[in-house]
Protein backbone atom coordinates (compact mmCIF):
# COMPACT_ATOMS: atom_id res chain seq x y z
CA UNK A 1 0.00 0.00 0.00
CA UNK A 2 1.40 2.84 -0.81
CA UNK A 3 1.59 5.98 1.62
CA UNK A 4 0.80 9.81 0.69
CA UNK A 5 2.80 12.24 1.99
CA UNK A 6 2.13 15.96 1.44
CA UNK A 7 4.39 19.19 2.14
CA UNK A 8 3.40 21.19 5.09
CA UNK A 9 2.90 23.91 2.43
CA UNK A 10 0.33 21.53 0.94
CA UNK A 11 -1.61 21.44 3.57
CA UNK A 12 -1.69 25.16 4.53
CA UNK A 13 -2.74 25.86 0.70
CA UNK A 14 -5.43 23.27 1.32
CA UNK A 15 -6.89 24.99 4.72
CA UNK A 16 -6.53 27.91 3.18
CA UNK A 17 -8.74 27.31 0.41
CA UNK A 18 -10.97 25.72 2.88
CA UNK A 19 -11.38 28.65 4.86
CA UNK A 20 -11.60 30.70 1.90
CA UNK A 21 -14.80 28.68 0.77
CA UNK A 22 -16.60 28.79 3.95
CA UNK A 23 -16.06 32.50 3.94
CA UNK A 24 -17.74 32.99 0.61
CA UNK A 25 -20.68 30.80 1.46
CA UNK A 26 -21.13 34.12 3.83
CA UNK A 27 -22.16 33.84 7.28
CA UNK A 28 -24.96 31.54 9.08
CA UNK A 29 -27.96 33.52 9.38
CA UNK A 30 -30.58 31.59 11.62
CA UNK A 31 -33.65 33.45 9.70
CA UNK A 32 -31.97 32.06 6.37
CA UNK A 33 -31.79 28.30 7.50
CA UNK A 34 -34.08 26.04 8.86
CA UNK A 35 -33.46 24.08 11.60
CA UNK A 36 -33.47 20.84 9.69
CA UNK A 37 -36.65 19.50 10.78
CA UNK A 38 -39.20 20.31 8.07
CA UNK A 39 -41.93 21.26 10.42
CA UNK A 40 -41.69 18.01 11.64
CA UNK A 41 -43.95 17.03 15.01
CA UNK A 42 -42.08 16.20 18.05
CA UNK A 43 -42.05 14.06 21.29
CA UNK A 44 -40.55 15.33 24.12
CA UNK A 45 -38.09 14.03 26.82
CA UNK A 46 -37.10 15.53 30.72
CA UNK A 47 -34.49 14.52 32.62
CA UNK A 48 -33.71 15.91 36.54
CA UNK A 49 -30.06 15.60 36.78
CA UNK A 50 -30.06 16.25 40.98
CA UNK A 51 -32.91 13.69 41.70
CA UNK A 52 -32.66 14.07 45.71
CA UNK A 53 -32.39 17.91 45.32
CA UNK A 54 -35.59 17.84 43.04
CA UNK A 55 -37.61 16.13 45.61
CA UNK A 56 -36.74 19.07 48.10
CA UNK A 57 -38.34 21.24 46.19
CA UNK A 58 -41.22 19.59 44.65
CA UNK A 59 -40.19 19.54 41.16
CA UNK A 60 -41.20 16.24 38.97
CA UNK A 61 -40.22 15.63 35.78
CA UNK A 62 -44.10 15.60 34.77
CA UNK A 63 -44.21 19.46 35.57
CA UNK A 64 -41.07 20.10 33.02
CA UNK A 65 -42.90 17.58 30.78
CA UNK A 66 -46.49 19.33 30.92
CA UNK A 67 -44.59 22.98 30.38
CA UNK A 68 -43.18 21.82 27.54
CA UNK A 69 -46.27 19.94 26.06
CA UNK A 70 -48.74 21.57 26.26
CA UNK A 71 -46.71 24.63 24.28
CA UNK A 72 -46.12 22.03 21.53
CA UNK A 73 -49.56 21.15 21.21
CA UNK A 74 -50.39 24.82 21.16
CA UNK A 75 -48.53 25.03 18.24
CA UNK A 76 -49.23 21.98 16.58
CA UNK A 77 -45.98 20.26 17.04
CA UNK A 78 -46.45 17.45 19.62
CA UNK A 79 -46.44 13.82 18.70
CA UNK A 80 -45.32 10.66 20.62
CA UNK A 81 -42.57 8.48 19.23
CA UNK A 82 -41.57 10.88 16.34
CA UNK A 83 -38.41 10.81 14.37
CA UNK A 84 -37.01 14.00 16.52
CA UNK A 85 -37.97 15.44 20.32
CA UNK A 86 -37.56 18.27 22.11
CA UNK A 87 -35.49 17.12 25.65
CA UNK A 88 -35.17 18.95 28.73
CA UNK A 89 -31.98 18.75 31.15
CA UNK A 90 -32.37 20.12 34.55
CA UNK A 91 -29.94 20.16 37.04
CA UNK A 92 -29.45 21.63 40.77
CA UNK A 93 -26.94 22.76 42.63
CA UNK A 94 -26.12 20.38 45.47
CA UNK A 95 -25.37 23.79 47.72
CA UNK A 96 -27.98 26.92 47.23
CA UNK A 97 -30.48 27.58 45.16
CA UNK A 98 -28.83 27.59 41.56
CA UNK A 99 -30.07 25.80 38.66
CA UNK A 100 -29.16 25.36 35.03
CA UNK A 101 -31.55 24.13 32.26
CA UNK A 102 -31.38 23.56 28.67
CA UNK A 103 -33.60 22.79 25.97
CA UNK A 104 -32.27 20.52 22.99
CA UNK A 105 -33.98 19.29 19.84
CA UNK A 106 -32.67 15.96 18.66
CA UNK A 107 -32.90 14.25 15.43
CA UNK A 108 -33.08 10.74 13.98
CA UNK A 109 -30.45 10.92 11.21
CA UNK A 110 -29.43 8.10 8.92
CA UNK A 111 -26.26 7.14 6.54
CA UNK A 112 -27.65 5.53 4.10
CA UNK A 113 -24.06 4.35 2.62
CA UNK A 114 -23.02 3.00 5.97
CA UNK A 115 -26.60 2.08 7.62
CA UNK A 116 -25.46 3.33 10.72
CA UNK A 117 -28.40 5.68 12.76
CA UNK A 118 -28.79 7.98 15.51
CA UNK A 119 -30.16 11.16 17.48
CA UNK A 120 -28.05 14.65 16.51
CA UNK A 121 -28.87 17.69 18.36
CA UNK A 122 -29.49 20.27 15.98
CA UNK A 123 -30.36 23.35 18.50
CA UNK A 124 -29.77 23.93 21.88
CA UNK A 125 -30.00 26.51 24.35
CA UNK A 126 -30.14 26.88 28.00
CA UNK A 127 -30.05 29.04 30.80
CA UNK A 128 -29.09 29.51 34.73
CA UNK A 129 -30.81 30.31 37.70
CA UNK A 130 -31.97 30.40 41.38
CA UNK A 131 -35.06 28.55 42.70
CA UNK A 132 -34.58 29.58 46.31
CA UNK A 133 -36.34 26.43 47.77
CA UNK A 134 -38.95 26.55 45.36
CA UNK A 135 -39.85 24.51 41.74
CA UNK A 136 -41.66 27.58 40.26
CA UNK A 137 -39.01 29.73 39.02
CA UNK A 138 -37.19 26.66 37.27
CA UNK A 139 -40.57 25.87 35.48
CA UNK A 140 -40.44 29.72 34.39
CA UNK A 141 -37.55 29.31 32.88
CA UNK A 142 -38.44 26.08 31.14
CA UNK A 143 -41.46 27.80 29.94
CA UNK A 144 -39.61 30.47 28.81
CA UNK A 145 -36.95 28.82 26.98
CA UNK A 146 -39.63 26.40 25.00
CA UNK A 147 -41.24 30.10 23.77
CA UNK A 148 -37.75 31.17 22.73
CA UNK A 149 -37.13 27.73 20.91
CA UNK A 150 -40.77 28.15 19.19
CA UNK A 151 -40.01 32.01 18.68
CA UNK A 152 -37.19 30.72 16.32
CA UNK A 153 -38.53 27.63 14.89
CA UNK A 154 -41.40 28.52 13.77
CA UNK A 155 -40.57 31.34 11.59
CA UNK A 156 -37.58 29.67 10.04
CA UNK A 157 -39.82 26.46 8.99
CA UNK A 158 -42.88 29.04 8.07
CA UNK A 159 -43.34 27.16 4.36
CA UNK A 160 -42.80 23.77 5.85
CA UNK A 161 -45.44 24.56 9.06
CA UNK A 162 -48.01 26.20 5.72
CA UNK A 163 -47.87 23.25 4.00
CA UNK A 164 -48.84 20.45 7.21
Request: glycine share 8%.
Amino acid sequence: MKSLRYSGSTLIAGLILLVCEVQASGPLVLSHRNLFTLCAPMDLSAELLSAGQSRKIGLTREAIEHEIESRLRAADLFKIETSQYLSADVNLSDSGDAFTTSLSLNRYVMDMGYGIGGFVTVWTTSTLGTHEGDSKPILRAIALLTDKFLGDYLPVNQRECDQN
